[in-house]
């Protein structure tokens, strides 16, 4: 492997972070943990008109939060900096001069309204307009005029763009570290601008030079970049730059396993599509997080590890260090990988079981003082102790949870009416007898002294126990009902039978 491995996650920052993007930072996360290299952030804003200000901050948060902290970026280990491609600017355009000295590329005067006319003239005739190799010298470029009207142009301060002069039926091989060996010929290839007239470079340019001047060893990103590998691949050999080596992530795509995964899917199909909730301030719109829907960070990253990618067991749950153990390039997939928002909810229900009941305890409390509820720490931990094997997210715990700390206000009426028959409230009377007799109020002698009454009295079982169940949870649900006895205490046990004798 290479020994200097150095990876960057490049977003522009048009907006919130999707999950996919994540992935990829992820990705190149894991590349470089494993590597022992280093991973880079590079803010592309190159294009001003798609610029969100809040968004790099939002894209910076996203990675803290999933824990998979960059080493390199804006205002922080400034070595390669600065990060922000707009703080790059200036240095751009002698790379741009370079490629028109050496015959790579030419200034090109086209206005917008020329080339679209051009476009919706070539549409009328049934073609495309593209701007390439068989037309650009019948257009308004360096390529077509002489040397001199070009100066003229440029002093008279008449706008232009510079634009890569794509050579012509060359058959350009690739290699792509997932796909493998991919050509193409450059015929079919346009010549695309690498220099705005606002002067700022476009995303090629500025990505590329950007990459070599980072001294980034591999470009890990989307497929949707796959379409300008050629572009960038040229590039390189106009620069004559060592070029790095290349890996496109397969695309994620919805749940129907067709079409990518939008930004605007997490609203229509009703899971998140960002780390982050993201507070849209100029529509004032709010899209939904992972972190704020309650999913742990750790079960975020292990799904998203799995997108695309897998270790080749059957083993699914690994933590990052486990992933940066086993992270492989070749096990990334080409194709597509289905986005699956239930096995997420399983991801999240896997690391429940895994975090410790004092950290579950931590989280829980912050509801229950929503509530002006506040209750013993290790009282809450077994609470948690016997409902965290049902619950989803924390904010389960409420709803598998909220008998051990009030009394049922409301009974479940179906099962009222099913288990609550006439000869129960002399039934409970009765046990109410027993259970004041209890000294050493635990489950298990509660268990064994209520069963042998249940079982001297000769009644069903069921006939007692849903009854009390009921009286005590107001549903016929929750844990092992000897263990909430125990919990809540006799006193509270007590109250509670005898106000379900009073109300039903
Ligand atoms: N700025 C590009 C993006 O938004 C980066 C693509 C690349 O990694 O080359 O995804």
Redesign the pocket.
Known sequence: MTDNVRVRF???PTGPLHMGGVRTALFNYLFAKKHNGTFVLRI?DTDQTRYVANAEKYIIDSLEWCNIPFDEGPGKNEKYGPYRQSERKDLYKQYADQLIKNNWAYYAFDTNEELDAYRKNNEENGKTFIYNWHNREKLQNSLALSKDEVQKKINAGEKFVIRFKTPQDEILVMEDEIRGTISVNTSTLDDKVLYKSDGMPT?HLA?IVDDHLMQISH?I??EE?LPSLPLHTLLYKAFDWKSPKFAHLPLILKPVGKGKLSKRDGDKLGFPVFPLKYVNEEKGDISRGYKEDGYFSDAFINMLAFLGWNPGTERELFSLTELIEVFDLQRVSKSGAKFNPDKTKWFNQQYMQLKSNTELSDAFELILAEKGLKFEHSYTEKVISLVKERAIFVSDFWDLASFFYETPSDYDTKAVKKQWKESTPDLMKELIIVIESIIDFNSENIEEIVKKWISEREIGFGKVMQPLRLSLVGALKGPHLFDIMEMIGKKATIERIQNAINNL
């Open positions: 490049a977003p522009s592309e995303y990505n470009v990103r989307g970049w």
